[in-house]
């Protein structure tokens, strides 16, 4: 059954440092998002991707952040500049299409630790 | 804002009853609801989706939707130990730009043997 892949599973770096969180979507889907959860907080929307371009972007997603399918197959997500606030689980999500009943498939997430 | 709100528990149940999962939301807008299960320390998993009003049952499973009261529920029959979980109810839009899920923040359900 295909599945979202996400890599690492495992990220820690220090404060200030430029972190990328790799995803590999569903092969057929076109959508695609990126979600963070906080240790014992709710799932957040990050941001969420189409045609190569961002379709729509929470607050969360500020200038810090950029997401990027650099070819057919990989969706990445790019944090230039990690505090400690960013230390979260991060999960990749894709879906055929936007809206109404269309499924998201969730990848298995990569946790992010800030020190 | 949007938001979707849970009682987060926890809710502790024995084997083989009804847990009774609720969740209400603030959009109007929002058109369809999703039912997600997510063990500690992993991904959410889909269980079911709702966007008419009324009952919509899958198996063990039954979610509720009425929009007039902007409430969504989840129904679980027969439970069992394995279904001990946080369960989080998510609400979209419709189409376009409104694909991003609104999650609440979780039901913890446990199932005691």
């Known amino acids: 059954e295909p599945e979202v892949t996400q890599t690492p599973s495992h990220q820690v770096t220090q404060m200030g440092q430029e972190v990328i969180l790799r995803c590999v979507p569903i092969?057929?889907?076109?959508?695609f998002y990126w979600y963070r959860q906080i240790l014992g907080q709710k799932v957040e929307f990050l941001v969420s991707?189409?045609?190569?371009?961002?379709?729509?972007k929470s607050e969360i997603f500020d200038d810090q952040f950029s997401v990027e399918r650099p070819d057919g197959s990989n969706f990445t997500l790019k944090i230039r500049s990690t505090k400690l606030e960013d230390s979260a689980m991060y999960f990749c999500a894709s879906s055929e299409d936007s809206g109404g009943a269309n499924e998201q498939f969730f990848g298995p997430g990569t946790r992010l630790t800030v020190l | 804002q949007k938001e979707v709100e849970q009682n987060s528990g926890p809710l502790s149940v024995p084997e083989g009853a009804i847990a009774s999962l609720n969740c209400t939301y603030s959009d109007r807008g929002s058109q369809s609801f999703f039912w997600y299960r997510q063990y500690s320390g992993k991904s959410p998993e889909l269980i079911m989706f709702?966007?008419?009003?009324g009952d919509k049952e899958d198996g063990r499973f039954t979610a509720q939707l009425n929009k007039a009261s902007q409430y969504v529920s989840l129904l679980i029959r027969d439970s069992q130990p394995s279904d001990s979980a946080t369960y989080l109810c998510a609400g979209r839009g419709w189409g376009g730009s409104q694909g991003n899920l609104i999650f609440g923040k979780g039901t913890k359900l446990s199932v005691k043997p």
């Open positions: 092969s057929n889907h076109l959508y």
């Open positions: 709702i966007y008419s009003n």
């Open positions: 991707f189409y045609n190569n371009e961002i379709s729509e």
